[in-house]
């Protein structure tokens, strides 16, 4: 049986020798790549710092710790998106305050964020922090998440982790708010197999974040001195090369990711059954998932039917993203429950992740195609 699986890496050649040669060089960690990958990192997104770290949950972590979030404050989020944008808030004792999402794009309702401030406003519970996310690749609308941000004086941190490449009325994702972050597990757009990276033009935050990742060591002081409480969140030589490899051919991923989204686009169209991922104005994706929804008519069980029905035909399929205020925790801690952000639900019980990476064919788009309009005429 054909397997094609949901999403898959791109490793050649290049990425072996650049691993190797470090490699052979015996400096492991802390070298010369750390900086260069660094450095690359912040061209791509229009900063003047990056510091590169060892997951996207540690790039967010540092960042909403190097901001002073912390006990007490609240922080505007999406509840539609990978569950690290509100656990980093978790993790240094704020409280996430999810509003809904737009129905169509899926990204975070800049009006709601507005409702959420002034609410908060008016019952002494100011938002300290609005934490918005590219979700699927897509920018979210930043002009207007950055002039609320200005307007009441908050701290503005954009999750890039799914948009690497991306760009937004001709400025890079990554560069909008005060703090970007990336991250490059294996299915992201390009990889480290793990890591991350925070950008931004703040020397103050950059500072912080180096000394954070490094068990709060800080410049001129000894390796085992430690200036403020930090972590190990270290990214080694090894994935800086790798790294380093994956940004020479980001270029190519993202136009292959592409091409292969055009290609759904192409045998998908005719199904009145699923909404395609909606181009976007003013900007251009950066394709990290290939994400449907099954029109309204449908439900969450005919969703779940389909991803199984793809799975035993030997293909990759997975709903994307399960509400996070659903989450067995976040429901317990925090008495969300069904009907808490309708939209979002909405968009959780019929979206669904297909197969999707740079060396997908056109011969295993139509046989997903294919499969797909079996399982919805047999239902
Ligand atoms: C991938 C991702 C992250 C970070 O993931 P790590 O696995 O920690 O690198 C954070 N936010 C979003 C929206 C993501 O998709």
Same mark, same amino acid.
């Given at each position: 049986?054909? /397997?094609?699986?949901?999403?898959?890496?791109? %490793?050649?050649?290049? &990425? %072996?020798? #650049?691993?190797? =040669?470090?490699?052979?060089? =015996?400096?492991?960690?802390?070298?010369?790549?750390?900086?260069?990958?660094?450095?690359?990192?912040?061209?791509?997104?229009?900063?003047?710092?990056?510091?590169?770290?060892?997951?996207?949950?540690?790039?967010?972590?540092?960042?909403?710790?190097? @901001?002073?979030?912390?006990? +007490?404050?609240?922080?505007?989020?999406?509840?539609?998106?990978?569950?690290?944008?509100?656990?980093?808030?978790? @993790?240094?004792?704020?409280?996430?305050?999810?509003?809904?999402? *737009?129905?169509? !794009?899926?990204? %975070?309702?800049?009006?709601?964020?507005?409702?959420?401030?002034? *609410?908060?406003?008016?019952?002494? &519970?100011?938002?300290?922090?609005?934490?918005?996310?590219?979700?699927?690749?897509?920018?979210?609308?930043?002009?207007?998440?950055?002039?609320?941000?200005?307007?009441?004086?908050?701290?503005?941190?954009?999750?890039?982790? &799914?948009?690497?490449?991306?760009?937004?009325?001709?400025?890079?994702?990554?560069?909008?708010?005060?703090? $970007?972050?990336?991250?490059?597990?294996?299915?992201? /757009?390009?990889?480290?197999?793990?890591?991350?990276?925070?950008?931004?033009?703040?020397?103050?935050?950059?500072?912080?974040?180096?000394? @954070?990742?490094?068990? $709060?060591?800080?410049? +001129? @002081?000894?390796?085992?001195?430690?200036?403020?409480?930090?972590?190990?969140?270290?990214?080694?030589?090894?994935?800086?090369?790798?790294?380093?490899?994956?940004?020479?051919?980001?270029?190519?991923?993202?136009?292959?990711?592409?091409?292969?989204?055009?290609?759904?686009?192409?045998?998908?169209?005719?199904? *009145?059954?699923?909404?395609?991922?909606?181009?976007? &104005?003013?900007?251009?994706?950066?394709?990290?998932?290939?994400?449907?929804?099954?029109?309204?008519?449908?439900?969450?069980? !005919?969703?779940?039917?389909?991803? =199984?029905?793809?799975? *035993?035909?030997?293909? +990759?399929?997975?709903?994307?993203?399960?509400?996070?205020?659903? /989450?067995?925790?976040?429901?317990?801690?925090?008495?969300?429950?069904?009907?808490?952000?309708?939209?979002?639900?909405?968009?959780?019980?019929?979206?669904? #992740?297909?197969?999707?990476?740079?060396?997908?064919?056109?011969?295993?788009?139509?046989?997903?195609?294919?499969?797909?309009? /079996?399982?919805?005429?047999?239902?």
């Amino acid at each position: 049986m054909t /397997q094609i699986p949901l999403s898959s890496p791109d %490793i050649t050649q290049h &990425e %072996i020798d #650049a691993v190797t =040669q470090v490699l052979r060089s =015996q400096t492991l960690s802390l070298g010369p790549k750390l900086p260069e990958f660094e450095q690359r990192l912040a061209k791509v997104a229009g900063r003047r710092y990056c510091v590169a770290v060892n997951s996207g949950t540690s790039a967010l972590h540092l960042a909403v710790r190097a @901001m002073g979030i912390g006990t +007490g404050d609240r922080v505007v989020t999406t509840p539609f998106s990978f569950i690290a944008s509100a656990n980093c808030i978790l @993790m240094e004792g704020a409280t996430p305050v999810f509003v809904d999402v *737009d129905p169509e !794009d899926y990204n %975070i309702d800049v009006d709601a964020v507005a409702c959420a401030i002034e *609410d908060g406003e008016k019952r002494g &519970e100011p938002i300290r922090a609005v934490l918005g996310v590219d979700v699927f690749g897509r920018p979210a609308d930043w002009p207007a998440l950055e002039s609320l941000a200005r307007r009441h004086s908050l701290r503005l941190i954009e999750d890039s982790c &799914e948009a690497i490449g991306a760009t937004l009325g001709g400025r890079p994702a990554g560069n909008f708010g005060e703090l $970007g972050a990336f991250a490059f597990y294996p299915n992201k /757009q390009m990889t480290t197999g793990e890591g991350g990276a925070l950008v931004t033009d703040d020397e103050e935050l950059v500072h912080l974040a180096q000394s @954070m990742r490094n068990q $709060g060591r800080d410049d +001129g @002081m000894g390796w085992l001195a430690h200036g403020r409480l930090g972590f190990n969140y270290r990214l080694s030589d090894i994935q800086c090369a790798l790294g380093l490899a994956q940004l020479d051919r980001l270029p190519g991923f993202l136009a292959k990711r592409s091409a292969v989204a055009a290609m759904y686009a192409t045998h998908l169209g005719d199904l *009145d059954e699923i909404h395609l991922p909606l181009p976007l &104005e003013g900007g251009e994706l950066s394709w990290f998932v290939y994400v449907v929804r099954l029109a309204d008519r449908f439900g969450q069980s !005919d969703r779940d039917r389909l991803i =199984q029905g793809l799975r *035993d035909r030997g293909i +990759g399929s997975n709903a994307y993203f399960p509400s996070i205020h659903l /989450q067995p925790f976040y429901a317990k801690s925090f008495g969300f429950d069904r009907g808490s952000f309708p939209i979002c639900e909405s968009i959780s019980d019929r979206t669904f #992740a297909l197969p999707f990476h740079n060396n997908l064919s056109e011969e295993d788009v139509r046989t997903v195609a294919s499969a797909l309009k /079996q399982l919805l005429r047999s239902r």
